[in-house]
């Protein structure tokens, strides 16, 4: 299991055609995220956060400064092997489901990954019933509720077994028991030696999970508590 | 006379037979605010589809039950005549966003509603100040943060004074300082005499808005509304 | 330079770039052509880089037209033969190239058009008088395109970041890969443009109905240019093409 270092990483946000300036959101932050332990980070709307959680998947890429994995530096690495260490729960999840079937979409990176057909759609439905999915495994995924959408989206990446995991206010979508489970795998993977990183705007959550908290303010600053 | 009223709602998706909606009894009246929560999946989308007209005018399915906005059935009313009375803000704002700034689009609808240029101008100043969104203008509204994004939503939504707004998970994503801002704008409209139809996640952590709102349960195609304690 | 131009200027000299493109024969007219598309992408203040990464995803496609067009269209000298079979012939030549001018410049008037707004392109169709029923389907057709690609871009993403290693895959498993994203792509673009639509409706749009709009379309001195500037420009292309 490794950790995710961020050194002195800048990034900013290219103009479009419409929209002309270009868009600073970080300038020169470090930040190590060793694995073993949960990260909750909060700020305030448009801080960053997002752009944190894509910048580590490798979604973006720094503009300046680096960000490894290990000792390995990312833009080395191809998203597939990002991927084995890193696996994101988007804030909008519909951005990342793939397949038309829920059992498709678990099973897509589990047959990437090298598994048996059978063996992954196997897998898939355990994952379904795991995540209280079966009602709706004939259900598109793209007309699921937001809070299916989520689980659907954190049991495609969980079964993947990255080391690090990473939910974009995933937990505000989820109602109590469904919230409960993810904090539950969230837990699970700590004690195996993995690391998650929580995006939340809840003040107890912290507390709550005992968890580090990643203060990001405009700017792009971080204070970790 | 109420802005809303729904009777024996039942509402099944084409393809499907479960009945997301079983039997939802509901009336807003001027003035007042309703808080449905519920599990993820329980329904809460679907209801303010059916309170939009969307449902059953423009999702296939099973419908059945009598749904009144404003005293006219939705059946007839469709999405184009409830956008006089009607300000929505969806669960995933960011797909309904067309404009290239965020002060076009929240001009959009009332550009829309026929009203004079200058008063677009102020109305939209006018939203984006109490929302705190100086810092957006001139931004393009589909390259913001969630939340920002969000914001605009709901800026368009409120901006041309509707009797009903209909918020789908429209808070969940605000910091805490946007958050109050956007209540104390709703609670403003609220007072002024508009209806809100609220859906959102209780019990997750943070406090739900609107101490003065009725609040149900949506469960098993059902409302059932919450003691208060 | 003129980036912010009034949509109509851009509507009507993509108008009269395609159907120049349509109309093209003779080479001088095919490189007077080249130059005014590439003027006008200048003029509207667009980066070239944009159009140019369009026609090299192109290329594939219109390399396989353009070696069929080489081949089977045999007229004027035989430049290439063999067995004492004509193979290439300069008609041929000329073909493809014709071909790779008009779908050059018909890919650079999409890029200027994509750069018009959902509402401005709407607005200015209304201004020229065109249905707006008429117009509000193009408007949202050209909108499904970019919905599409940008799904489709989502779901590599996505994929890639689950295993797919597709800069080291295989073109048979690339292809693969591609076809089984993008049928639930085209899926997920639909009920998207239906939710646009859903959310269009419900603020009042509404194709019939009299609307304002709080900023006003100017055509400027600029804008002004576009028009004479375009007819004089398709009448020397007809005096070079005829
Ligand atoms: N695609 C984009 N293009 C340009 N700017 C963007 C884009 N996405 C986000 N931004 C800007 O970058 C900044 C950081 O955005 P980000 O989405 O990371 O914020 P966030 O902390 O996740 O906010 P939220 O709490 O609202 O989700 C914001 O100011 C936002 O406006
Ligand atoms: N177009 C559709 N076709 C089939 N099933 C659908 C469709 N839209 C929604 N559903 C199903 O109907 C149920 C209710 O969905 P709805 O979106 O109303 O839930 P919700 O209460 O809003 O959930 P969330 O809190 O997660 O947003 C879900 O199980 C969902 O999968
Ligand atoms: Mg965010
Ligand atoms: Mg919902």
Redesign the pocket.
């Known amino acids: 299991m490794r950790a995710v270092s961020f050194e002195s990483v800048g990034f900013s946000y290219p103009g479009s055609r419409q929209d002309k300036s270009s868009k600073q959101v970080f300038e020169g932050l470090t930040l190590t995220l060793v694995p073993g332990k949960v990260y909750v980070m909060s700020g305030p709307n448009g801080c960053g956060k997002s752009t944190f959680a894509k910048l580590m998947t490798g979604m973006l890429k720094p503009d300046s400064g680096r960000i490894l994995i290990g000792e390995n530096d990312m833009v080395w690495m191809g998203l597939s092997d990002i991927g084995k260490h890193v696996g994101l729960v988007m804030q909008n999840p519909s951005r990342q489901l793939i397949m038309q079937k829920p059992v498709d979409e678990i099973a897509f990176g589990l047959i990437h990954r090298g598994m048996q057909k059978d063996e992954a759609a196997n897998v898939a439905k355990a994952a379904l019933r795991d995540y209280k999915l079966t ?2 495994a004939d ?2 995924t793209q ?6 959408q ?1 689980r659907l989206a954190m049991a495609s990446v969980a079964v993947l077994e990255p080391d690090w995991l990473l939910l974009d206010e995933s937990l505000s ?1 989820l ?1 109590g028991a469904s919230r409960s489970k993810v904090l539950d795998k969230v837990a699970r993977l700590v004690r195996h030696g993995g690391g998650a990183l929580i995006i939340s705007h809840s003040k107890d959550l912290a507390y709550e999970l005992g968890a580090i908290r990643i203060l990001i303010e405009r700017g792009g600053v971080s204070v970790v508590v | 006379m109420s802005v809303l009223v729904l009777s024996g709602i039942k509402f099944a ?4 037979n ?1 009945k ?1 909606l079983d039997g939802v009894d509901l009336s807003i009246e001027k003035g007042e605010a309703v808080l449905i929560s ?10 303010c ?1 059916v309170a939009a007209t969307i449902i059953p005018t423009r ?1 296939q ?1 099973d419908f059945s039950g009598m749904a009144e906005l404003m005293g006219q059935g939705t059946r007839k009313l469709g999405p184009s005549g409830a956008s006089e009375y009607v300000g929505y803000v969806m ?1 995933e704002p960011e797909f309904s966003m067309i404009m290239p700034t965020v002060e076009d689009e929240i001009a959009f609808g009332l550009e829309n509603r026929g009203r004079e240029p200058a008063e677009v101008a102020v109305a939209v100043e006018g939203v984006m100040t109490r929302l705190g969104m100086e810092g957006l203008a001139g931004r393009d509204p589909r390259r913001l943060s969630s939340g920002e994004k969000q914001l605009v939503a709901m800026a368009s939504a409120v901006v041309h004074k509707p009797q009903l707004v209909i918020l ?2 429209a808070l969940s994503g605000l910091d805490d300082d946007k958050r109050a801002l956007a209540l104390a704008e709703l609670d403003a409209m609220r007072q002024g005499g508009a209806a809100l139809l609220i ?1 959102e ?1 209780a019990g997750t952590g943070r406090q739900a808005p609107f101490l003065s709102a009725r609040r149900y349960v ?1 469960q098993d195609g059902r409302l059932a509304e919450e003691v208060s304690g | 330079m003129w980036s912010d131009m009034d949509p109509r200027s851009k509507i009507f000299a993509t108008l009269c770039l395609t159907s120049m493109a349509l109309l093209v024969r003779m080479p001088l007219a095919a490189l007077l052509l080249a130059a005014l598309t590439a003027a006008a992408l200048i003029a509207f203040g667009i980066d070239p880089k944009g159009p140019l990464k369009t026609l090299i995803r192109l290329a594939p496609a219109m390399l396989v037209v353009a070696v069929l067009q080489v081949l089977l269209v045999r007229s004027g000298r035989t430049v290439l033969s063999a067995f004492g079979i004509g193979i290439v012939t300069t008609g041929g030549l000329g073909a493809a190239a014709f071909m790779v001018v008009r779908v050059g410049i018909i890919a650079a008037c999409g890029y200027i058009l994509s750069g018009i707004g959902f509402a401005d392109f709407l607005l200015a169709m209304k201004s020229m008088k065109v249905p707006y029923e008429i117009a509000f389907m193009a408007a949202m057709g050209a909108k499904f395109l970019p919905l599409l690609a940008e799904e489709m871009t989502d779901s590599l993403t996505s994929a890639e970041l689950r295993g797919a290693d597709i800069k080291r895959m295989g073109i048979i498993r690339r292809l693969r890969l591609y076809s089984e994203v993008l049928m639930p792509a085209t899926f997920t673009a639909l009920s998207r443009a239906e939710g646009i639509s859903w959310a269009l409706e419900l603020r009042g749009f509404n194709p019939g109905a009299g609307r304002t709009y709080w900023r006003k379309l100017e055509m400027r001195m600029s804008d002004w240019m576009a028009f004479p500037l375009g007819i004089i420009a398709f009448a020397a292309f007809l005096l070079a093409n005829y």
Do not use: M
């Not at chain 1, 007309?143 to 299916?148: N, P």
């Not at chain 2, 998706?13 to 499907?16: A, E, I, P």
């Open positions: 009602e709706i259900t598109p007309k699921l509720s937001k809070g299916e989520v979508c109602d | 998706y084409s393809g499907s479960r997301v519920g599990p993820s999946g329980g329904g809460k989308t679907t209801l589809l999702v399915g669960q789908d998970e859906a996640h949506l």
